[in-house]
């Protein structure tokens, strides 16, 4: 949205612009080919990009928060406020040195910390009735320490508490909840904290939530994963992220 940016009509010239803002520099001939090459690919255009339910990706939201485990209830829940080449995370500077990494994606995350500041995926119901929840918990098996103890994934409604924990340590947990009623407003939090060790605990956990009283409707936390852009990101959208992803641009100083 820049306006130098946008009012620039010739590509090649759009994409030096872009590298002189961001970088300081003139791109090389090949960073100017690569970026043309981007931006033409019908892939990352509007109409090449998914089809987003706006309404089933409102319902998501994600952060950290305390898990009380007396209580078997949340009881703090901060969003999170950056996003970086699509996923949500605690801090906008990969590698932070000020806090442990903290990052939620479509399929996962990563979390480092227990449960005062656990991963929280949050759905909101927006109706009265009843609902099924399925999935599976995965330790991240490439990156994995084998002395770790894995993450512990917990499913938390804001009307009954704790109902359903499973651990994954190296391997697929199956994650099923056969019903919870909710109301309009209620929430479900799925929660998911650190075993001990100091690494290991990337994981995966897609979830389905699906209505039991007669409407098949469904909710599923990868294909309805929200960035906080408004609306689908068009060619250049997508080139100018990737260039705020890069190392180079974190590495300025």
Not at 19 to 47: F, K, T, W
Not at 72 to 87: A, I, N, Y
Not at 113 to 129: P, Y
Request: glycine share 10%; net charge neutral.
């Amino acid at each position: 949205q820049r306006p130098e940016i946008a009012a620039e009509k010739i590509p090649r010239l759009r994409v030096t612009k872009l590298y002189r803002l961001l970088y300081g520099r003139a791109p090389s001939a090949d960073e100017i080919m690569l970026g043309l090459n981007y931006v033409n690919d019908p892939a990352n255009s509007v109409a090449g990009a998914a089809v987003i339910d706006e309404q089933k990706c409102a319902a998501w939201q994600y952060g950290q928060g305390e898990y009380d485990e007396e209580a078997r209830r949340v009881k703090t829940f901060k969003p999170f406020e950056w996003s970086l080449d699509g996923e949500w995370r605690n801090t906008p500077m990969p590698g932070d040195p000020r806090t442990a990494p903290a990052i939620l994606n479509g399929k996962g995350g990563l979390t480092y910390e227990g449960k005062k500041n656990a991963l929280i995926r949050r759905w909101v119901a927006s109706f009265d009735g009843r609902v099924s929840i399925s999935g599976v918990l995965e330790q991240n098996f490439e990156n994995g320490c084998r002395k770790c103890e894995g993450v512990r994934g917990i499913v938390v409604p804001s009307r009954l508490g704790k109902t359903s924990d499973w651990t994954a340590g190296h391997n697929r947990t199956e994650t099923i909840v056969d019903e919870i009623a909710v109301q309009r407003g209620d929430t479900i939090d799925f929660i998911v904290d650190a075993g001990k060790g100091g690494s290991g605990n990337g994981f995966k956990w897609v979830v389905t939530i699906k209505r039991l009283d007669g409407n098949a409707e469904e909710w599923n936390s990868l294909r309805d994963f929200r960035h906080p852009s408004v609306g689908a990101l068009g060619a250049w959208e997508r080139y100018s992220q990737a260039l705020l992803a890069a190392t180079e641009f974190l590495m300025i100083d």
